[in-house]
Nanobody, 115 residues
């Protein structure tokens, strides 16, 4: 059992930056890969970025060069630094944790980018 709590969302103008945080608690020993997903109104949830326990990262094409995922294993926290934000980045962003025994989602945090 893993609980994930996201924070850092908000309203920002196009070209601005935000940093999202996701703190994990519970059966954290089961976590291998952590990631960020997003879902815009009326759209499917899509992968934004992932990071493994060894630090290997993967990004959606649409955010490459603008977003950076990182993790602090000592704090059981994953971050998403979002720069050069665009209106099309507007969505609810969800943190996810995966491992041998778990697949968990956070409650989501709203990111709104104004034009």
């Amino acid at each position: 059992q893993v609980q994930l709590v996201e924070s850092g969302g908000g309203l920002v103008q196009a070209g601005g930056s935000l940093r999202l945080s996701c703190a994990a608690s519970g059966s954290i020993f089961s976590i291998n890969t952590m990631g960020w997903y997003r879902q815009a109104p009326g759209q499917q949830r899509e992968l934004v970025a992932t990071i493994t326990g060894r630090g290997s990262t993967n990004y959606a094409y649409s955010v490459k060069g603008r977003f950076t995922i990182s993790r602090d294993n000592a704090k059981n926290t994953v971050y998403l630094q979002m720069n050069s934000l665009k209106p099309e980045d507007t969505a609810v962003y969800y943190c996810a944790a995966e491992g041998p025994f778990i697949s968990s989602w956070g409650q989501g945090t709203q990111v709104t980018v104004s034009s």
